[in-house]
């Protein structure tokens, strides 16, 4: 039998050496450890190996010098060598085969069937001979047939055992597979997203309202006629220079006085002034005119308005970047593959590519609008990948048992979360189903030519079955399994189709 010989390097573990076995194109195949390094040391480790080569059809050897290997090999019948160069044919278990009934062991053949004569018949044979003589090669091919066409399906429904735990998952956007330490991989995912908000100022600030009242008597201190035009500038020297201006135009005669009406120039408190505090004209008049204030100007207030302050900024800066990480979770969730998901825990923005306010702080205003633009980021999964890091996991934790197809269940403890900075977990808790795999290889021989009844009894015990197996027989009318171990076939519960 064709012999295949596969190295294992120092850093293999038994996925990466599972992933070997599966290019095995040879009845045997021989794994040969490493001069340097201990890989695949453990005893669990060469339990799924064996699996694994005999699920591919294939016998499992090992070359190795290592001691704690060798043991391990020798508890679970793996044939072990010292030389990869020299692989003996003794080494390898080999099972026996049954010996055949003697109905069906082969018959010496005559020495020469050219000297047989057949004897001469004084008369033709009569009806009813000739219905034997022709029936015999019938029903030796018939029996033939029946020795070699028939075939049996048995379905097996092993023992089964359930198992829960709680692990945690991690989104790792190196890994290119999942991972039986829970890391799962992880696609990052990229948007850009503007908007606009307008939120009520907070802030106070005093401001000038109103402007100053009163009125002015203007004297012409000249023996000409003096036209003082309205908007003539006065000024209150000694009163924090408060200015004004004058309401309306006025023309004096030498030596005439009138009185007229001013108002400040600006609002506020500043243009009331006490009486005689205005005493001074602008522009060319200042040397032509006189001016005095005979009351105090009055009407000159201040009043509170909103106004902007630094905690409305921030607000409105928080409030709208969670109104675009909102969107920006259903936008990119929308963008995403067929089959994956997005964790809105990573969600998160890498930079702000504007951030405009339309008032400044302490600016009165009512209202203060920001308008905001951001780059935002993600980590996407499959959750396929998460069931199949959660088998890996079960898978580690099942010790001599395996995991039953489609058993598994993921009861979700919560979304992904941050953990760390820039590293998010979830806890699962993981329910399955797993069973001993049953061991066929010595029932086959043992079953050939029973009855139906009698043979799913023989395996329910062997096997210890919680029930009794279905067992198929091609062509259905036949009463006995196969004679030939090759035509039985067994298959598990969840394999039948």
Do not use: C
């Not at 004084?122 to 091919?141: E, K, N």
């Not at 602008?282 to 509170?304: C, K, Q, R």
């Not at 029932?443 to 329910?460: F, K, M, N, V």
């Amino acid at each position: 039998m064709k012999t295949q010989i596969l190295h294992l390097d120092p850093h293999d573990d038994h996925v990466s050496a599972r992933d070997k076995l599966a290019w095995a194109q040879a009845g045997r195949v021989v794994l040969v450890w490493p001069k340097e390094g201990r890989p695949l040391t453990r005893r669990l480790d060469l339990v799924l190996l064996e699996r694994r080569a005999r699920a591919l059809g294939a016998q499992l050897g090992l070359v190795t010098l290592d001691p704690e290997i060798r043991e391990h090999a020798r508890d679970l019948g793996i044939p072990v060598f010292d030389n990869p160069d020299r692989i003996p044919e003794e080494g390898w278990s080999r099972r026996r085969r049954r010996p055949l009934p003697l109905a069906q062991r082969s018959r010496a053949a005559p020495a020469d069937l050219s000297t047989l004569r057949p004897p001469r018949l004084s008369r033709a044979l009569s009806q009813p001979y000739r219905t034997i003589v022709f029936s015999i090669p019938i029903l030796a091919l018939l029996a033939v047939a029946a020795s070699l066409l028939p075939s049996a399906v048995i379905t097996v429904w092993p023992t089964t055992v359930s198992r829960a735990a709680v692990f945690t998952f991690w989104l790792d956007p190196a890994a290119d597979a999942p991972r039986a330490d829970g890391r799962v991989p992880a696609a990052t995912v990229t948007g850009s997203l503007r908007g606009e908000i307008r939120v009520t100022t907070t802030g106070e600030v005093t401001i000038d309202s109103t402007a100053a009242q009163g009125e002015v008597v203007l004297a012409n201190l000249t023996f000409s006629r003096v036209e003082i035009p309205a908007e003539t500038g006065l000024r209150a020297t000694n009163s924090g220079n408060a200015r004004f201006v004058t309401l309306q135009d006025v023309a004096l005669e030498a030596g005439e006085e009138a009185v007229v009406e001013v108002r400040a120039a600006a609002p506020g408190v500043a243009g009331n002034v006490p009486a005689g505090a205005i005493d001074a004209v602008e522009g060319p008049a200042a040397f032509l005119v006189e001016v005095s204030n005979p009351e105090p100007t009055t009407g000159g207030a201040v009043s509170e308005r909103p106004a902007v302050a630094a905690a409305d900024r921030s607000r409105a800066l928080r409030e709208l970047t969670a109104q675009l990480l909102g969107r920006a979770g259903a936008e990119l969730e929308a963008s995403l593959e067929p089959g994956e998901r997005l964790a809105m825990a990573s969600l998160r923005t890498v930079r702000e590519a504007e951030r405009t306010y339309d008032r400044e702080v302490g600016e009165p205003a009512d209202s203060l609008q920001l308008t905001l633009e951001i780059d935002v980021t993600a980590y996407a999964y499959r959750p396929d990948d998460l069931d199949a890091a959660a088998a890996l996991v079960a898978a580690e934790q099942a010790e001599m048992l395996e995991l039953v197809p489609g058993s598994m269940e993921l009861q979700i403890d919560g979304d992904f979360i941050e953990a760390s900075p820039g590293r998010y977990s979830a806890a699962q808790i993981v329910h399955w189903q797993a069973y001993e795999p049953p061991e066929f290889g010595a029932l086959e021989r043992g079953l050939a030519g029973l009855p139906q009844r009698e043979a799913a009894e023989q395996i329910s015990a062997a096997l210890d079955l919680p029930r009794l197996p279905a067992i198929r027989l091609s062509p259905p009318w036949f009463p006995w399994l196969p004679w030939l171990p090759g035509r039985i076939d067994f298959r598990l519960a969840w394999e039948a189709g």
